[in-house]
């Protein structure tokens, strides 16, 4: 990692994000006349809904312009608790409740108001790339429980036994999971939930921005059990489900002492978040679900498309991921293998940069989300674009000797 000697130690400590580094490269060969086609960002490849759209523009007509309240409008706020108590069965009060500019904020409001120098995070490998980033921002430490394609990426409750310290103060992780692709069923969850009832000191978050993309049963939230559902602190947001991801919109569902918290950072840093995408949010919680019920069934037809083209490429090990749009492919046998100009793949990263150069696909490195065995791809992508990019991979990863 370079440093800049005039920068704070905070910033010169920070990693670049992996997923927006191999977006930026797919971009700037793109530039050059190059067909990239992109596998490397988490965005699904629909149009914002309609209804949304509407909402928005009703918005500026009714001159919602103003600043807005720090944790978000009133309406919206009692949008989330409905959809919360209607969908997952959970019940929250709107004082429980801090909408923030994306769910990314949302996890990084709380953890900075969460986390001291030194204490200790616990959190699951493979993760989502900005996790122990943000971790390193508010100065504490990350304490990685690893896991492999055969456990399906999922971890043990004597896993997380054994992690657990003195120092630890938070645990966080996402079902269904990006990179990954798992889902934890109520049973799993129940079980590391037995294992949280005897830490009273640890709080729990839990990243749901993947709840609609699950193929297997009705979403389960670690924060339906009353035993620690005052630690749990749920972090959800409008992206990936309502096809919302440039619109920056995302919540937290807590405790009001750490709701309170979350609303004083925010009110310090930026504010309540942008007026008009909050009243698109309401009319997506108001309206239901079957624009989100369409994109899924895209998604599913998708998952089997590239579950079935990863399986014929040699040297590639996969599982069936049960949520999210992700397949995370074991690629370590080509490590020590050579490109056709002598290069030697040394990790995932190096085998990301030479499907980005020689086929032409943008992945992402397994390194990033903490375990180099595998790379990550996106199949929010149009079936021709799969196949095409499932096809070049198999190519170039023929070539290597």
Known sequence: MSTTPYLSDRINNLSESATLKMTKLGRELAAKGVNVISLSV???????PDNVKNAAKQALDDNF?????????????????????NENGLDYDPSQIVV?????????????TLINPGDEVIIPTPYWVSYSEMVVLAEGKSVFINTDIDSDFKITP?????????????????????????????????????VFEKYPNIFILSDEIYEHINFIDKHESIAQFPSIKDRVIVVNGFSKAYAMTGWRLGYIAASKEIAAANDKLQGQTTSGTCSIAQRAGIAAYNDGLESVKVMKEAFLRRRELVYNLLNEIPGVKTNLPEGAFYFFPQISSFFGKKDLNGNVIKGSADLALYLL?????????????????????????????????????????????
Do not use: W
């Open 158 to 194: 004597a896993q997380l036994e054994a992690a657990i310290t003195p120092k630890t103060k938070l645990f966080m992780f996402s079902s269904p999971c990006n990179p990954t692709g798992s889902v934890y069923s109520k049973a799993e969850l129940e079980a590391l939930a037995k």
């Open 65 to 85: 312009t103003r600043y807005s309240p720090v944790p978000g409008y009133p309406e919206l706020r009692q949008a989330i608790v409905n959809k919360l108590k």
């Open 42 to 48: 988490g965005e699904p490849d629909f149009n914002t």
């Open 357 to 401: 150069n020689e086929g032409h696909i943008a992945t992402v490195g397994g390194d990033s989300f903490g375990n180099d065995n595998y790379i990550r791809l996106s199949y929010a992508a149009s079936d021709e674009s799969l196949i095409e990019a499932l096809r070049r991979m198999k190519e170039a990863l023929a070539k290597l000797v």
């Open 100 to 112: 923030s500019t994306g769910a990314k904020q949302s996890l990084s409001n709380v953890i900075l």
